[in-house]
């Protein structure tokens, strides 16, 4: 049997930590999986600190210059591994994203995968290795090393096992999926499964146990994704389809992202061709943005709001001077003090009166809510970022979380 496992950077945090994983991995492909890939990410918060390097030199660096800076993380963690296999007397190979043909499209530091061409590891496999690919990273059209996106080493996994026809283990430092991120919410419910589509919408508002994407690509291809905790035996959470979830809640889950910006362009003299560039330009530079708020008053002035995550700064700047070079009149506005709460579940595509319900639970612990945006499944909205904990709270208190 085959089985991609893949281990974040906490897991693999020090050198006793990796030497363990490695005995845990030898063991498994004696007793239970005959084909192991691995994909780790880089140590620790070692990201974070390649970035704050990157940043004392410019605080805009070179994308192409960044994405090969931040690579050399997850290289340190596979080589370490493979020779910490290796010194169990079990053949290992360790391969950077390049070497195992991770194709990937898309601008630097949020590339997409294309394809993985999987000839080089199956040689791998067939020759009793356990093949230990870099997470986060793959190789571009023009041959430029290219990174995921922050969390990518998730979607490496899910994109290797969709290539290999595996089952995909992710391990982590929590038990599995929770209602609510355990750290910000003691109570939080265990969850033994969540659907592809609850988990993907978690995710893309904030819930940073699994990147959006991975989820995106297990959906597609009908991989199930297991995610637990490294090296322990119990819990976990098994991801799949929602047909084989049945479960009777409005609501699954809480997500919060902490850090947004929300910006408004005011004094535009509204026409909907102007509306249309501005949300171009946004498009154009790669900005996601969440919630869109626009207002025309009667002297036909328009204003506009959207929020952004706090990360994606340097795209809102680019955005912001280009829209300012085509609407030189435009007034801006910064509000960097809020947070989003979203509430997600597929419970509320069959049922009303849920943001009511969500609404009338802040309201009465006195916490103001500003932009809000709804999907099928899930309602969002702005808050100040001192209510978080208050608000997680309630929230979770009102839909039995
Ligand atoms: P890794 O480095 O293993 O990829 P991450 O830090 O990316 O780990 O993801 C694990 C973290 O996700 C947990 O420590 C937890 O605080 C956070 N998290 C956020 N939302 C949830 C949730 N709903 N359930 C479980 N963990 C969550
Ligand atoms: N090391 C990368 C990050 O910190 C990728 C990952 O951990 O998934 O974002
Ligand atoms: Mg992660």
Known sequence: MRVVLKYGGSSVATIEKIK??????????????????????????????????????????????????????????????????NSLGQKAVSLTGYQANVKTVGVHTKSKIKNIDTEKIEEYLKDNNVVIVAGFQG?????DITTLGRGGSDTSAVALAASLKCECRIYTDVEGIYSVDPRLYKNAKFLDKISYEEMMEMANLGAGVMETRAVEIGKKYNIPIFVGKTLSETGGTWIMDMNDVLEDK???GISITKEIIVTTLSNINYSSEKIAKIFTIINEVGLNINMISQNVSNDNKAKISFSCV???????DQAIERIKMELPCIELGYNDNLSMISIVGVGMINNSGVSGKFFSA????????????????????????????KAVEVVAEEFNL
Not at 32 to 46: H, L, P, R
Not at 310 to 316: Q, S, V
Not at 367 to 384: D, G, L, M, R
């Open 310 to 316: 706090e990360g994606e700064k340097y795209l809102l």
């Open 250 to 252: 409005l609501v699954t």
């Open 20 to 85: 363990a994983i490695a005995e845990y991995i030898v063991n498994l492909k004696k007793t239970k999986y005959n084909e192991i890939i691995v994909v780790a990410s880089a140590m620790g918060k070692t990201t974070n600190a390649l970035i704050a390097m990157a940043k004392e030199i410019s605080d805009s660096p070179n994308q192409r210059e960044l994405d090969s800076l931040l690579s050399t993380g997850e290289q340190q963690t596979v080589s370490l591994l493979s020779m910490a296999i």
């Open 139 to 143: 190789i571009n059209d023009h041959g």
């Open 362 to 389: 802040l309201s009465r612990a006195g916490i103001n809510f500003y932009q809000v945006t709804t999907s099928e499944i899930s309602v969002s909205c702005s808050i100040e970022r001192k209510d978080i904990n």
